[in-house]
């Protein structure tokens, strides 16, 4: 499937007619033939896409295909090389301040520091937001609250299991109240309950709080579960983009998965699996999250 054409003022987001329903929302991102250069090696080429306020939009493909590089720029911590792109209505490149305070972001590896509490480590990443001291506490009991660690606040947070680290991040990341929540690999190295404690922090973000969440996955069954629509990555180009369901049918297959058409967009690239750089950073996040 081609990459779509996009409205930069409104795309499909929950309740579409992807998703059965009629309702249109303004765009919280967008990218505008958004390209990314290392040398010679294009890691994202040309990507437009419109994601819609409130929406749950995922990005797959192989190591490599230019999901994490996708994430870094949209996050301003990486420049284009070309292109443009917006974030709760700033551009990237020239408003990046601006998009930065209106943002919240989970990186695969791990942000949360070991050697302090749950508590701490909100004290700290609220400092770096620069909420007031006047509003530290409540947020940070709030956000406690809304991802169940309060009674774990003062425990060492080498003391948590890999599903209340990434809770943990999550909280970090929410308490700027941020527009746009950028995940990376949210549930890597999890196990499977691990895994569906953090898949409902993620639909109760945008159900409680409208957050619109933009997240990369290598688990096909996160990406069914949680996301309105998909973009499929490969060699930096988006080669598919709907919802779980639209991508399925689009094979003309009774009873495909997301795995068939994961394979059938981007099989090409499975054999490799991504540099030796990608294969370690994966294995020692997942090693520190047992």
């Known amino acids: ?38 040398g010679a090696l294009t890691a994202v080429d040309g990507l437009s896409l419109s994601v819609g ?10 190591n490599g295909a230019g999901k994490t590089t996708t994430i870094k720029m949209l996050t301003t911590l990486l420049p ?8 709760a209505g700033f551009e990237i490149t020239g408003s990046s301040a601006e998009v930065r305070a209106r943002i ?24 770096l937001y620069g909420i007031a001291r006047s509003e530290r506490k409540p947020r940070i009991r709030d956000a406690l609250e809304s991802i169940g660690l309060q009674e774990y606040a003062d425990v060492l947070v080498r003391q948590y ?11 970090q990341a929410m308490l700027s109240r941020p527009r746009v929540l950028f995940m990376d690999e949210p549930t890597v190295g999890l196990d499977p309950i691990a895994r569906e404690a953090v898949w409902l922090q993620i639909e109760q973000l945008r ?21 309105d629509r998909l973009a499929i990555f490969h060699h930096g180009k988006v080669v598919a983009l709907g919802s779980p369901r639209e991508l399925k049918e689009e094979l003309g297959r009774p009873h495909a998965t997301l795995e068939d058409v994961f394979v059938h967009y981007a099989g090409e690239g499975m054999d490799s699996g991504g540099s030796f750089r990608d294969t370690r950073q994966t294995r020692s996040t997942s090693v520190r999250l047992r």
Not at 161 to 171: D, H, K, T
Not at 207 to 227: I, N, P, Q, S, W
């Open 1 to 38: 499937m081609a990459q779509m054409p996009f409205d930069e003022g409104a795309t499909d987001p929950p309740g579409s007619p992807s998703s059965g329903g009629t309702t249109r929302a303004p765009a919280a991102v967008v990218t505008r033939e958004l390209t990314r250069r290392f």
């Open 161 to 171: 299991s890999g599903g209340m680290i990434r809770r943990l991040e999550i909280a």
């Open 53 to 62: 306020e409130g929406e749950i939009f995922g990005l797959l493909g192989p």
């Open 207 to 227: 159900e409680k709080c409208g957050a619109t969440v933009l997240l990369t996955t290598h688990y096909m069954e996160e990406a069914d579960r949680l996301c």
């Open 80 to 87: 284009p090389s070309s292109g443009s792109g917006s974030v």
């Open 104 to 127: 919240g972001y989970v990186p695969q590896l791990i942000s949360a520091d070991p050697g302090i509490s749950g508590y701490e480590n909100l004290w700290v990443f609220a400092g």
